[in-house]
């Protein structure tokens, strides 16, 4: 069983920057596609960002450019470092662990992200 627990969010302006962090314990955390999502108010959850075992990452086109996600496998830690900040950035962010070989999927309580305008 894997447990994900996020920190690292707040209140910030616009333009700002955070870190997100995720620690993962239980599992094999290296074969693991580890990911960010978001939620805001009245919305559905969405994907944000993920990196794999060999250190690929991918993203959504709204973020492109202004977050990064990295992994530190000795530590089973996934981080997003969000930069240039935006409102609409404004969410519940969510650490998702995909385990490729048995295809379970994880997530994590949330961490708030609240960017004023």
């Known amino acids: 069983q894997v447990q994900l627990v996020e920190s690292g969010g707040g209140l910030v302006q616009s333009g700002g920057s955070l870190r997100l962090s995720c620690a993962s314990s239980?599992?094999?955390?290296?074969?693991?596609?580890m990911g960010w999502y978001r939620q805001a108010p009245g919305k559905q959850r969405e994907f944000v960002a993920r990196i794999n075992a060999g250190g690929g990452a991918d993203y959504t086109d709204s973020v492109q450019g202004r977050f990064t996600i990295s992994r530190d496998i000795g530590k089973n830690m996934v981080y997003l470092q969000m930069n240039s900040l935006k409102p609409e950035d404004t969410a519940l962010y969510y650490c998702?662990?995909?385990?490729?070989?048995?295809?379970?999927?994880?997530w994590g309580q949330g961490t708030q992200v609240t960017v004023s305008s």
């Open positions: 998702n662990a995909y385990n490729i070989r048995t295809r379970d999927t994880y």
């Open positions: 239980g599992g094999h955390f290296s074969i693991n596609v």
